[in-house]
């Protein structure tokens, strides 16, 4: 399965600003998918981003608060804008590795993300 | 509306015992359910998977069951290792690979020596 490093791994930031979070995958892969995790919350997807497209936002996520870059088919940028504390969770990447036999998503290591 | 539910926030398990975690669902469009172990400081691993048109997969110790008309499945762990500690994500998955998947809360699992 795909090996993906995601950076950075855990940042502390001030209210107002912006933290942009980095998803490298060591294979060539179609979508790349962005979750949240609340504290004591289960994963909820932000966002699916597509090479050469705008990215697909679920319900209750907005392009102006999370933008998504997708420049090539192994990278991938989420930006975590003009922050609050609200924000406060761990910010996770993923790829699909639909064409394995046990159809399993493979996840990054996570960004934990405190906005003080 | 919560489409994946996991009812039991933690569960404690003798070692060498069976574990069986539990999940119900809501959203009959789901194709393929999977189950992921996280630790902390980590992301979810990838554990098992069923299809919706199964209703077991085994996979060394670990086994799912499926029960499309209760909308219900459980993931088995025998036996049980203290490796086995961690939180266990039960997802749903629909749209032929196009979407993400759907988790529920999560549930703790102990296993005590």
């Known amino acids: 399965s795909a090996v993906i490093s995601q950076k950075p791994s855990r940042d502390i930031c001030q209210r107002g600003t912006s933290l942009t979070i980095q998803c490298q995958v060591d294979s060539q892969v179609t979508m790349m998918f962005w979750y949240r995790q609340q504290p004591g919350q289960s994963l909820t997807l932000i966002a699916t981003?597509?090479?050469?497209?705008?990215?697909?936002?679920e319900s209750g996520f907005v392009i102006d608060k999370f933008p998504i870059s997708r420049p090539n088919l192994t990278f991938s940028t989420l930006t975590v804008s003009n922050m609050s504390p609200e924000d406060s969770s761990i910010y996770l990447c993923?790829?699909?590795?639909?064409?394995?036999?046990?159809?399993?998503?493979?996840f990054g290591s996570g960004t934990r993300l405190t906005v003080v | 509306d919560q489409q994946v539910k996991q009812n039991s926030p933690s569960l404690s398990v003798q070692e060498g015992r069976i574990s069986i975690l539990n999940c119900d669902y809501t959203n009959s469009m789901f194709d393929y359910f999977l189950w992921y172990k996280k630790y902390p400081a980590e992301g979810p691993t990838f554990l098992i998977s069923?299809?919706?048109?199964?209703d077991k997969n085994e996979d060394g110790r670990f086994t799912v069951f499926l029960n499309k008309s209760a909308k219900h499945l459980s993931l088995h762990i025998v036996p049980s290792q203290p490796g086995d500690s961690a939180v266990y994500f039960c997802a749903g998955h629909s749209g032929g690979g196009a979407d993400g998947l759907t988790f529920g809360k999560g549930t703790h699992l102990i296993i005590q020596p």
């Open positions: 069923i299809s919706s048109i199964k």
């Open positions: 981003a597509n090479q050469g497209s705008e990215a697909t936002y």
């Open positions: 993923s790829v699909g590795s639909w064409q394995t036999r046990n159809y399993g998503y493979t």
